[in-house]
């Protein structure tokens, strides 16, 4: 019988990081995480067996001494947590491998190139589903014919940046200008209506596709902060259309919103969600599934429906007393089990 799978998750320090860990450790597998993060002052070695510091993902040596990383440890695969990772790590071969041939569990790089730009992703989706008025930022005749499209507000946002980060509301001629002036590589979009946006899990394998939907609110970190299993047939429709335009194998996270007008696209992030350990615990284990493609292995199809739960994030403390950061038991929240079914008043329920 085989042994355990050693896997090495990259920035977990971050919140990100975190989540790859524990949606990880809901898997029914024998799967060990390493961890390794740039900040050496970070908590990230509290959430894994072993922690290491690394370069910076933008430092050139960044690749090399996370290669010799992996072999001095053992590691089977590389899951980078970061966009920037994403960027040093991906490049390498289809899919993505280190110089000493150990997987990293991302998307090819074309694809990363083309969906996690946001204009990019536009352009090549535009016909596979609707799409909210957009423009490129710096394309003065472009931003002129989407004023006189979809008027004001709207929103200005870099092409390439997830959740909330650096998005900016213009509601005159005004804003506009100081809006597409401070944004790095900026995107215009019709500001979109209503309150009901999610976050939907895709996976794509070879003869399936499974997707989970989330609707959430985001928080003061610019993450989902507050989110609940919501099964609407039209998101669900609207992301697998996209899923399967884009060629999608393997996992990634397509934010969308629903309006009067239907369901729109705010953006696609080419990684994991930060509601990827939620996911895990509804059973959509996409971390674990992109674990066992990366390696070769057969990814089993999931059983669904997918429980449904409630996910809240909250403030919490690790302290360092000189040994490295911990838990203080006293603090945790009371525990109990995953329960077999959830109540179906479940979406009545207000945080």
Not at 292 to 318: M, S
């Amino acid at each position: 019988m085989a042994g355990p799978v050693r896997v090495l998750v990259t920035g977990v320090s971050g919140d990100l990081g975190q989540a790859i860990v524990k949606a990880l450790r809901l898997s029914p597998g024998e799967i060990r995480c390493d961890g390794c993060d740039s900040d050496g002052a970070g908590v990230g070695a509290a959430f894994v067996e072993r922690c290491a510091v690394v370069p910076r993902a933008d430092d050139p040596g960044y690749p090399g001494a996370l290669n010799r990383l992996c072999e001095a440890w053992g590691i089977e695969a590389v899951i980078p947590a970061s966009a920037a990772e994403i960027a040093a790590l991906g490049r390498n071969g289809d899919p993505p491998r280190l110089p000493s041939g150990i997987p990293v569990v991302c998307q090819p790089w074309p694809w990363v190139e083309r969906y996690g730009d946001k204009l990019r992703s536009m352009d090549a989706l535009g016909a596979a589903v609707p799409l909210a008025p957009f423009a490129d930022g710096t394309d003065a005749r472009a931003m002129r014919q989407l004023v006189a499209q979809a008027g004001f507000p709207l929103v200005v946002k870099p092409r390439r940046s997830h959740g909330s980060r650096g998005l900016q509301i213009a509601r005159n001629e005004a804003e506009l200008a100081e809006a597409l002036r401070t944004a790095a590589h900026p995107l215009a979009q019709a500001f979109l209506d209503g309150e009901s946006e999610f976050s939907v899990g895709a996976f794509q394998s070879a003869g399936w596709r499974s997707l989970i939907a989330f609707r959430r609110r985001l928080g003061p970190s610019g993450c989902s902060w507050f989110a609940e299993v919501e099964e609407d047939p039209d998101v669900l429709a609207y992301a697998a259309a996209i899923a399967q335009a884009s060629g999608l194998r393997g996992s990634a996270n397509i934010q969308v919103r629903k309006t009067r007008e239907g369901v729109r696209l705010l953006e696609i992030n080419a990684r994991f969600s930060s509601l990827v350990a939620a996911r895990a615990a509804c059973g959509f284990r996409d971390a674990e599934w992109s674990l066992w493609a990366a390696l070769g292995r057969p990814v089993p199809r999931p059983v669904e429906p997918y429980r449904r739960l409630r996910f809240q994030r909250f403030f919490h403390e690790l302290v360092d007393t000189g040994e490295g950061f911990c838990a203080v038991p006293e603090w945790a929240p009371e525990q109990r089990p995953l329960l077999p079914a959830v109540t179906p008043q479940l979406g009545a329920l207000q945080p």
